[in-house]
């Protein structure tokens, strides 16, 4: 199977770095996604993984929201601590389903040019290391 090209949104990016989070976790939970092993499939391409906080387990970790095509594409889209709140709104839920019709659909020369503009940061596994 192939694997799927993994990306992050701006404001994904700036949360993953406030929160210490690094792309080889990101890039475990789409492997475990990849394998089916989802915490949420909330239907219409968006995923809902747990990520576990530096140093911790998944339990008390982040929850992301990705947008996922099984062996093409995964995008992360949203982040949030589970201690800051339980879980995405309705109206969110639509609005990342709304996001996953036009991300999953875009060609590489559109997502190339994404990344070109800062709107998308390609997640690869060789970050530099996070300074504490």
Known sequence: ??????????????????????????LDAVA????????????????????????????????????????????FIYGFAKSERENIDADEEKQFKEAARHVLRLTEKQIAELIKEGDFVEVNGHEQEISK
Do not use: H, N
Not at 5 to 25: G, P
Not at 54 to 66: E, H, V
């Open 32 to 75: 475990r996604a990849e394998k089916g092993q989802l915490d949420a499939d909330l239907g219409g391409g968006v995923i809902k993984q747990r990520i576990a906080r530096p140093g911790q387990g998944k339990s008390g970790g982040y929850r992301t929201i990705i947008l996922f095509k099984q062996g093409q594409r995964a995008v």
């Open 1 to 26: 199977m192939a694997k799927p090209r993994v990306l992050k949104t701006r404001w994904f990016q700036r949360f993953a770095r406030r929160e210490k989070i690094r792309d080889a976790v990101l």
